[in-house]
């Protein structure tokens, strides 16, 4: 059984129209629509599905290589956890921290990591008049206690390698078919527990910025950024999401093979972003902003 990403985000929301209008600022592609909800595409891969309700809620909805890795998946899951199967073949069930997740066949065969800020031989580059997102690339979850439990279950259940881990404090994961540093985040807040953000990739520099800059225009707020984090090595620009939660843009994450070493690292009081100031005075009131962590290098 491979997990190659992300396939669906799947968001319950009371303010439809509201919601609506940020994810086509944010440039998806609107796919179907009515009265209960709507379907928005990236570029490449990858769906956010809008549905009116009352009681908003978030679904992950991950990508299974094939319907038999689907079936196994979904025997070995109902063994000791709710399971529900759809109309559609969607595996529906909960993590161990009781975040709603989902699995399905792939719609894209394949990792694709989208490597960017590449031109061909004799190509001058052209500045993007639009952004369109290429996929969903992650997500992150609060987890208020046991984030080792939380973390063995996407490890050990669902095949997930570990990238780098803040002891103590964060595991970040790839999906067992995709070269992204991370597939899942998984961070401890104190007293926090949910859904953080989802990282939606763009092409580079250019496209993020442009992006930004556009949502800033039609009156969404930032929450973080523009930036670039230390671990995955991401430029990232994050924004409050009506769904609740933030949503990111992103570009140029490391792209890693089994080769690659995990990085074990400790808390302290330097701020893990390559753009902003470090080596400030521990403060241990500060609330770090989306996937904000105290880091050095444990060596």
């Known amino acids: 059984m491979t997990i190659s990403g992300i396939d669906s985000i799947i968001y319950d929301v009371s303010d439809l129209t509201l919601v609506r209008r940020f994810f086509s600022d944010w440039g998806l592609h609107l796919a179907e629509e009515g009265y209960s909800g709507a379907t928005y595409r990236c570029a490449r891969r990858g769906t956010v599905v809008l549905q009116r309700s009352e009681t908003p809620a978030v679904e992950v909805i991950w990508a299974v290589d094939s319907k038999a890795s ?11 956890r709710d399971v529900r199967v759809d109309g559609n073949g969607t595996v529906h069930t909960n993590d161990d921290s009781g975040h709603a997740m989902g699995f399905r066949v792939a719609s894209v065969v394949g990792d694709e990591a989208f490597a960017a800020g590449r031109r061909a031989p004799n190509e001058r580059f052209e500045p993007p008049s639009a952004v369109s997102p290429n996929r969903l690339g992650h997500v ?28 103590g404090r964060g595991d970040f994961m790839r999906a067992p078919g995709s070269s992204d540093h991370h597939s899942l985040l998984l961070t401890t807040r104190k007293d926090q527990s949910g859904f953080n953000h989802v990282g939606f990739q763009v092409d580079g520099l250019d496209d993020m910025m442009l992006g930004g800059k556009i949502m800033e225009s039609r009156g969404w707020k930032t929450s973080f950024g523009p930036g670039r984090h230390l671990l995955g090595s991401n430029l990232f620009w994050y924004f409050e999401s009506p769904t609740g939660g933030e949503t ?14 995990p990085g074990i690292w400790e808390p302290r009081a330097d701020l893990a972003y390559a753009w ?15 996937g904000g962590l105290f880091l050095r290098r444990d060596d």
Do not use: C, H
């Open 70 to 80: 689907l079936d196994a998946l979904a025997s070995d899951l109902d063994g000791d």
């Open 140 to 167: 992150v979850y609060l987890v208020s206690d046991n984030l080792d439990q939380a973390a063995a279950f996407y490890r050990e259940r669902l095949g997930f390698k570990l990238s780098d881990t803040i002891r």
């Open 248 to 261: 990111e843009y992103y570009a140029d994450m490391d792209v890693l093979t089994d080769d690659w070493k």
């Open 276 to 290: 902003l100031a470090r080596n400030e005075p521990y403060d241990p009131s500060f609330t770090a902003p989306p």
